[in-house]
């Protein structure tokens, strides 16, 4: 259930900064982005998803080496990697990732997986009505010779 709604607010943010956005060529001009809308749907997506993360890395917290389908005790996933660099832990390391920070890598992991996945897909349609095109053509010109 959290799964399906994460995925569709991660879609639903994709779909609100994809395309041209008159906000972005002027920043400053904050009555553009009280005009169109956009900063306070993007505001309700962000704390949507905020809770959501955080409900996984408390999880993740909670049950460090936990035994779940396909993943054997004792393995480390991304967020357990990420939780042993969060400040307050007892690591001598030189830097240190705040939740929030933690919450923004994972973020931008599944975004970008989407992103891609949403290129690959258009790359394929395009390539699609490419060889189409193509086929008309070589038909086109078997018709003048």
């Given amino acids: 259930m959290e ?16 395309g041209f956005y008159i906000g972005d060529l002027f920043p400053s001009a904050k009555f553009l982005q009280n005009i169109t809308g956009r900063r306070p749907k993007l ?19 909670e049950t ?4 779940t389908e396909g993943l054997v005790e004792g393995e480390e996933d991304l967020i357990d990697v990420l939780l042993k660099f969060e400040e307050g ?8 990732l705040t939740k929030r920070n933690i919450k ?4 931008v992991s599944i975004i ?7 290129l690959l897909t258009n790359y394929a349609s395009m390539f699609k009505h490419f060889i189409n095109g193509l086929c008309y053509l070589l038909v086109c010109l078997d018709k003048l010779i």
């Fill in 43 to 61: 505001e309700m997506l962000h704390q949507k998803v905020d809770r959501i993360l955080e409900k996984i890395i408390n999880d993740h917290k």
């Fill in 89 to 96: 832990g007892s690591n001598d390391l030189d830097f240190c």
């Fill in 3 to 18: 799964q399906d709604e994460f995925i569709s607010l991660v879609r639903e943010m994709l779909r609100i900064n994809g």
């Fill in 104 to 107: 923004a890598i994972i973020l």
């Fill in 64 to 67: 460090e080496s936990t035994t």
């Fill in 112 to 118: 970008t997986l989407f992103q891609n996945d949403m």
